[in-house]
C-alpha cells in the first residue's frame, strides 16, 4: 500500500490542523493505520492509532484530548484532527499502515512521506 499524506502547515499555539492520508493499492480497511510524529534531533514518536472500522483507538498521553483520529475506508484516507495545538506539537508528521493496534513504530510496514507541522509560539 502507498501512502500519501498531506495537510501540514504553518500555525499558531491553539489553532488547529486536520491532517490527512490518503492510500492507494492494497485493500485499505485491512490495515491499522497510525500517527507518527518526529521532531528534529529526536526518534519518532507514537501519535494515534485506529484499528480497521474505528472501534479500536490509542493515543499517545501528550496529544489524548486534543487530537482526533478517524478514517473513511470509502476514501481510503485516515485523518488526524489537531486542536489546541502547542508549539511542542512541532515535527514531521507521519502516517503508517500495519496489522496491530500498537505505538511502536516496527510492526507498520507502510509509512507515507511525512508532512510538516509548525506551530508558533
Known amino acids: 500500500v502507498q501512502l500519501q499524506a498531506s495537510g501540514g502547515g504553518l500555525v499558531q499555539a491553539g489553532g488547529s490542523l486536520r491532517l490527512s492520508c490518503g492510500a492507494s493499492?492494497?485493500?485499505?480497511?485491512?490495515?491499522?493505520m497510525g500517527w507518527f510524529r518526529q521532531a528534529p534531533g529526536k526518534e519518532r514518536d507514537f501519535v494515534a492509532a485506529i484499528n480497521w472500522n474505528g472501534s479500536t483507538l490509542r493515543y499517545a498521553v501528550s496529544v489524548k484530548g486534543r487530537f482526533t483520529i478517524s478514517r473513511d475506508n470509502a476514501k481510503n484516507t485516515v485523518y488526524l484532527q489537531m486542536n489546541s495545538l502547542k508549539p511542542e506539537d512541532t515535527a514531521v508528521y507521519y502516517c503508517?499502515?500495519?496489522?496491530?493496534?500498537?505505538?511502536?513504530?516496527?510492526?507498520?510496514?507502510?509509512w507515507g512521506q511525512g508532512t510538516q507541522v509548525t506551530v508558533s509560539s
Open positions: 493499492g492494497r485493500a485499505f480497511s485491512n490495515y491499522v
Open positions: 503508517a499502515a500495519g496489522r496491530v493496534v500498537t505505538n511502536t513504530p516496527g510492526p507498520y510496514g507502510y
